[in-house]
């Protein structure tokens, strides 16, 4: 069974603090990894990654994947408090299938 | 990138009556599919909507309790049937298959409160 599992499942840090969220995986057929914010209702997208060892980045948020060892990693430097949210990881298989997600890291930063 | 719109966006029903939840994107897409979030959960997939066909649920849900249509390929449409409290959540259109990419686009979400 397809499995993706995201570490920690919650975090409490101070603005300006840096956070690195965990994402490793077993799926069979891998195609990409994605990376989801939600704040409150609807995930908006952040990343995908295909290749290993290909930083993705934007503004503060990054993401690199490692195909090898099944892991991805989401960074966000000097948080600030809208970075607040659940960060969700999928993982898309070979195939019309939906994606397999986490079960989301909830952050919280404080003032 | 899809754009979706769903609708409606909130709603308060008494149990025993059904709900039919809309979900429009603007453009083709390959796949659309319905998940539920509960307070404090994260995504469950309900089903994968399919263009002219049934749709497939995954385990736990069922057609009779949650019919879905997909008449064509910009717009599905969920009816949850029979609510109960334990109902009461967001609902979350999710469509993908633009080409070129896997990336899941998702509506704004619908929350159903059920008394």
């Known amino acids: 069974e397809d499995k993706v599992v995201q570490s920690p499942l919650s975090l409490v840090v101070h603005e300006g603090d840096t956070v690195t969220l965990n994402c490793s995986y077993e799926?069979?057929?891998?195609?990409?990894l994605l990376w989801y914010k939600q704040e409150k209702k609807a995930p908006t997208f952040l990343f995908m990654l295909?290749?290993?060892?290909i930083e993705k980045k934007s503004g503060r948020l990054s993401s690199i994947l490692d195909k090898k060892e099944l892991f991805s990693i989401l960074n966000i430097t000097a948080t600030q408090t809208g970075d607040s949210a659940v960060y969700l990881c999928?993982?898309?298989?070979?195939?019309?299938?939906?994606?397999?997600f986490g079960k989301g890291t909830r952050l919280s930063v404080i003032a | 990138s899809a754009v979706i719109s769903q609708k409606p966006s909130r709603d308060i029903c008494q149990r025993g009556t059904s709900l039919t939840i809309q979900c429009q994107v603007d453009s083709q897409v390959t796949m659309m599919f319905w998940y539920r979030q509960q307070p404090g959960q994260s995504l469950t997939l309900i089903a994968t909507?399919?263009?002219?066909?049934?749709?497939?649920?995954e385990s736990g849900f069922v057609i009779d309790k949650f019919p879905i249509s997909r008449p064509n390929l910009t717009f599905s449409t969920l009816t949850v049937s029979n609510m109960s409290p334990e109902d009461s959540s967001i609902y979350l259109c999710?469509?993908?298959?633009?080409?070129?990419?896997?990336?899941?686009?998702f509506g704004p979400g619908t929350r159903l409160t059920v008394l």
């Open positions: 909507a399919n263009q002219g066909s049934e749709a497939t649920y």
């Open positions: 295909t290749s290993s060892g």
């Open positions: 999710s469509a993908s298959g633009t080409p070129g990419t896997d990336t899941q686009y």
């Open positions: 999928a993982v898309a298989v070979a195939g019309n299938t939906p994606l397999v």
């Open positions: 799926v069979t057929n891998f195609r990409s």
